[in-house]
């Protein structure tokens, strides 16, 4: 398994293959940050079929992935910050943030979004401003 991005959250980590077809979760899981059912301590694929990945962001019980070609967000876990009704498993689009984000990155309580045009979105709980 070539890995060519990694990214840890508190309970959970992902990974991207070197042909970015693949994401990797291994972790708790207790809120679907893995992106499948059942807690795992071994690396196993997603269910993510749509398209190639450019990015993965992991965070405290949720989970970004950016579409190569389509450049929207992805989210998977309970967390307001992945702009979901509910907490999720699946990987499901971010109607919220528009196609052309370039990058995601997130704390525990918050998210930041670069978008292609350099436009930056930031969400979450804004505890300290």
Sequence with gaps: MNIVDLSCGTWHVLALSADRNTVFSAGSNKNGE??????TAIF???DFTEESVSQI??????SFIVGASSKKAFSFGKSPISLQKNATSKP????????GVSEIAQ???????VMEDGRLF????????
């Excluded at 499901?92 to 196609?99: M, N, S």
């Design 34 to 39: 893995c992106g499948r059912e059942g807690n």
């Design 44 to 46: 196993e694929p997603l």
């Design 57 to 62: 962001s992991a965070g405290y019980c949720v």
């Design 92 to 99: 499901l689009e971010v109607k919220a943030l528009e196609a």
């Design 107 to 113: 704390g525990a309580t918050y998210a930041a979004c």
């Design 122 to 129: 930031t969400w979450g709980e804004n505890k300290f401003g």
